[in-house]
């Protein structure tokens, strides 16, 4: 039967804290512009998304790097710090697909069919991160996947309801889109990344060969009782015993 490699627990740590600093990094980038703004006077929502207005199509690339007010920013930071640690961490190769496609996509889908309004902030690519984490770990059903998306569901399910237009300043349109090819892109990606490895030895699985055997232990040659000692718990007294 073919055996599950073990878990590497050093490799494991340095992709989770790769992760989180890239996350991180993205996140200070946003407290950077919002608070340039500020310092210098500026307003800078008029390179966000106008849908229809053919100059602010270059909102699709901008407009998640502003935000309407320090609230608005404070409310998607702990969002994308989290969600994109778990993302990268759990699927860094769907990550460099889906990232951009949910990135640049939400905001066209804004573009194209939003109300007229203006539409800014990382909102949109949260609900992506979101739903994508939370569908990853419905059609892989494996426990890496289940994991993070019970943790995102636990920590962000109340997200959902930011799906509908309960408040005309909050652009629940960009919320929409982005969870949509959350939800699309993990059906299309859920195979690319290889399942995770499990916290198990080769030495565990039954058939294994005797070069599976830890150490140096294998049972020699006309020995029953396997070549090892028993336990000293079960040894009895002996001679010389202190």
Avoid: Q
């Avoid at 039967?1 to 996350?23: G, H, K, V």
């Avoid at 699927?91 to 573009?111: D, E």
């Avoid at 690519?125 to 998306?149: D, H, K, N, P, Q």
């Avoid at 699985?205 to 718990?233: I, L, N, T, V």
């Amino acid at each position: 039967m073919p055996i599950t490699p073990p878990i590497n627990l050093d490799e494991d740590a340095a992709r989770l804290r790769r992760a989180f600093l890239i996350a991180t990094f993205f996140t200070a980038v946003l407290w950077t512009i919002k608070l340039s703004e500020l310092a210098l006077g500026m307003d800078l929502s008029r390179y966000s998304i106008y849908p229809g207005d053919p100059a602010t199509l270059t909102g699709t690339l901008f407009a998640p790097l502003l935000h309407e007010s320090l609230r608005h920013l404070f409310a998607n930071t702990a969002p994308i710090l989290v969600l994109g640690t778990a993302l990268l961490y759990g699927y860094p190769k769907a990550a460099r697909i889906a990232l951009p496609i949910i990135y640049l996509g939400s905001g066209l889908a804004v573009w194209l069919f939003a109300r007229h309004s203006w539409h800014l902030g990382a909102s949109g690519l949260a609900f992506g991160l979101m739903f994508f984490i939370f569908t990853m770990g419905v059609v892989r059903w494996e426990r890496r996947a289940i994991a993070l998306s019970l943790a995102v569901f636990l920590l962000y399910g109340g997200m959902i309801w930011g799906l509908f237009p309960t408040d005309p300043h909050i652009s629940f349109e960009y919320h929409l889109a982005g969870a949509t090819l959350g939800v699309v892109l993990a059906v299309l990606l859920r195979r690319l990344d290889p399942p995770a490895p499990e916290k198990t030895y080769s030495w565990e699985h039954e058939g294994g060969d005797e070069d599976d055997w830890p150490f140096d232990e294998r049972p020699s040659e006309g020995d029953e009782g396997g070549g090892r000692p028993p336990p000293a718990s079960v040894r009895g007294p002996g001679r010389g015993a202190a």
